[in-house]
């Protein structure tokens, strides 16, 4: 059997090594480094296999508070050298990635997913206007929660920000979880 992650810190985070380039996986709220039918495993192996890339998949507790960067200087002891961060943020995952990841240069582009669009709105809004590195994509399925907002991210102000839909999709991606995977492969090759 396939080790399911090289390392694993506080059950908090489940490291993959690869090179020099991180691909950080902010979970949903309550979700563990496992996911689902262990779909953050096999996505952080397949990951690490097709882009050589180290992966750090992270919890999210429901009675913390993420301090994005904090989480990253306390990975930067375990993962050295580490030239870019692509964050990937899932639901309220993609939330704190929206509101925080502007304050770490090494987050390069983020990729956040149906995160809550009317939790905290100016937070996230300007969380994304004062992102500077190469882009920030949202991406909302339309039959998640939040599609009934998604006319409001036409508000965003910066020419790093783009969004799409995905037809069908629900909040989690039920039975389209190889889209879902494509999506955020497809994200890391860019």
């Not at 190469?134 to 907002?149: A, L």
Request: glycine fraction near 10%; aromatic fraction near 10%.
């Amino acid at each position: 059997m396939e080790k399911v992650f090289d390392e694993i810190l506080n059950d908090q985070y489940g490291i993959m090594y690869g090179n020099k380039n991180l691909v950080y996986v902010k979970t949903g709220r309550g979700g563990n480094i496992y996911g689902h039918n262990d779909k953050y495993v096999e996505l952080a192996h397949k990951l690490q296999k097709t882009c050589g890339c180290s992966v750090v998949i992270s919890a999210n507790p429901i009675d913390s508070e993420c301090i994005l960067s904090e989480e990253i200087d306390f990975l930067n002891f375990h993962l050295k050298d580490i030239a870019d961060i692509a964050f990937v943020g899932i639901s309220a995952g993609a939330s704190i990635g929206a509101q925080q990841g502007y304050l770490n240069k090494k987050i390069k582009r983020m990729l956040l997913i149906n995160g809550p669009i009317m939790i905290n709105w100016p937070k996230t809004k300007r969380g994304i206007e004062r992102f500077e590195g190469k882009f920030v994509e949202m991406i909302y399925g339309t039959k998640d929660p939040s599609y009934g907002y998604y006319e409001i991210l036409n508000c965003i102000n910066s020419s790093k920000f783009r969004c799409k839909s995905i037809d069908g999709a629900d909040h989690n991606f039920k039975g389209m979880e190889n889209v879902l995977e494509e999506l955020i492969v497809n994200f890391v090759n860019e």
